[in-house]
Each structure stands twice: as structure tokens, then as C-alpha cells.
Antibody, heavy 119, light 111 residues
Framework: EVQLVQSGAEVKKPGESLKISCKGS????????IGWVRQMPGKGLEWMGI????????RYSPSFQGQVTISADKSISTAYLQWSSLKASDTAMYYC????????????WGQGTLVTVSS | QSALTQPPSASGSPGQSVTISCTGT?????????VSWYQQHPGKAPKLMIY???KRPSGVPDRFSGSKSGNTASLTVSGLQAEDEADYYC???????????FGTGTKVTVL
């Protein structure tokens, strides 16, 4: 069974750094792109970026380029999303997703990680 | 890259059909047959319902169908059931610069 299990909710202050994780299981982690999707409170879905764990090739949405860093450690089948200096506007639910290259769709989703940034 | 345009809401009675539109441009929806649709219940992660415009993943009821004409894709839910009440988002591949874009989302209410 394919599963993406994300790290738990985080409460941070503005200016702090953060790294959240997404562990894949039930499939070949290095053979599928893993992406990140933001959902701000009461809002829609936004595609942030994507990484291929096999070679760490990474692509970012122009809207998120320079704002976050996506990485992966294939030895432990885990992808990461990190911020160096959080802002209140980063408060959102973040989902990791498995991307199917053949269909250009996101076929499996993690349960989400809620990030709250507040002073 | 702007979000794809969806109506904010749609509704229908049990057993009826509802169709949701998703309008983009020739750079995304109109340019590729890579439109997908996602269902999201409150407090839950989205779930893939349709991919490549009209294909259904295993386990998705055939009440859900997709189509596309020009720059507009559509999701139709036939024989509405109470459990179909949810938010629905479309998504499209948008080329090698913008990659992927989501729709604005539509809340489907079963009356």
C-alpha cells in the first residue's frame, strides 16, 4: 500500500526556521517525483514545487522560488520542505504528494502538516 | 501563473447530476491533455478522482466523469450522493516553466 506520512503540526514564531518531512512507503521512492502543495486557511490548493528523489532534480513554482527549499534523502525515503525565516503568511496546511509522470497527476497525498506562524 | 477558474459553488439533489467547469488558457488546459480533478472533504487531504482529462483511478465510482473542450475542462458527477458533498479542484500541467496549476475550487452541495 502506497503511503505518504508527514511530520506533525508545528507552531513557530516569525523569523524562525522550520523543516517538515514526508516519508514514502509501499513503492519505489526513487522512481516517482514528490511535490508539495500549500493550502492557506479557508483557501484553495497551490502547487509549490517538486523533487525527483532519484537524482534530487528539483523544480519550483515561480511563486515559491527562493521562499522555500525542497530536498530529499533517498536513503530513508523522505522528502522535506524547509523555510529559513518564517512569516505569518506561511501559516497553512502543507501536503506532500506523489506525482505520476505518465498522467501528470498527483495520485497519492500525505495527511498534511499544519504550520502556524504567530508571535 | 494564474489559478484556473472554477465556479465557487454548485449544487444538486440526490440522484441528479452536477457539472463543474475549469477554465484556463492555451498554455495549460487547452495545451495539454493533462487535466486532473481532486475531491476534498472538510479536514481531509484531497483525493485524485480523474486524471488525463477523463480517466478514473481504480476505486473511483463511474458516476464521476471528465471532459475537455478547448481551454475548458469539466467534471460531471451523476447520480449525486450525500458523500459527494465536498470541495473539488481541477489541476493542469502548464509546461516546463510553470509546471502545474490548480483551479480556484468548487464547493458541491447535495441538497
Amino acid at each position: 500500500e502506497v503511503q505518504l506520512v508527514q511530520s506533525g503540526a508545528e507552531v513557530k514564531k516569525p523569523g524562525e526556521s522550520l523543516k517538515i518531512s514526508c516519508k514514502g512507503s509501499g513503492y519505489s521512492f526513487t522512481s516517482y517525483w514528490i511535490g508539495w502543495v500549500r493550502q492557506m486557511p479557508g483557501k484553495g490548493l497551490e502547487w509549490m514545487g517538486i523533487i525527483y528523489p532519484g537524482d534530487s532534480d528539483t523544480r519550483y513554482s515561480p511563486s515559491f522560488q527562493g521562499q522555500v527549499t525542497i530536498s530529499a534523502d533517498k536513503s530513508i525515503s523522505t522528502a522535506y520542505l524547509q523555510w529559513s525565516s518564517l512569516k505569518a503568511s506561511d501559516t497553512a496546511m502543507y501536503y506532500c504528494v506523489r506525482h505520476s509522470t505518465a498522467s501528470e497527476a498527483f495520485d497519492y497525498w500525505g495527511q498534511g502538516t499544519l504550520v502556524t506562524v504567530s508571535s | 501563473q494564474s489559478a484556473l477558474t472554477q465556479p465557487p459553488s454548485a449544487s444538486g439533489s440526490p440522484g441528479q447530476s452536477v457539472t463543474i467547469s475549469c477554465t484556463g488558457t492555451s498554455s495549460d488546459v487547452g495545451g495539454y491533455n493533462y487535466v486532473s480533478w481532486y475531491q476534498q472533504h472538510p479536514g481531509k487531504a484531497p483525493k485524485l478522482m480523474i486524471y488525463e482529462v477523463s480517466k478514473r483511478p481504480s476505486g473511483v465510482p463511474d458516476r464521476f466523469s471528465g471532459s475537455k473542450s478547448g481551454n475548458t475542462a469539466s467534471l460531471t458527477v451523476s447520480g449525486l450522493q450525500a458523500e459527494d458533498e465536498a470541495d473539488y479542484y481541477c489541476s493542469s500541467y502548464a509546461g516546463s516553466n510553470n509546471f502545474y496549476v490548480f483551479g480556484t475550487g468548487t464547493k458541491v452541495t447535495v441538497l
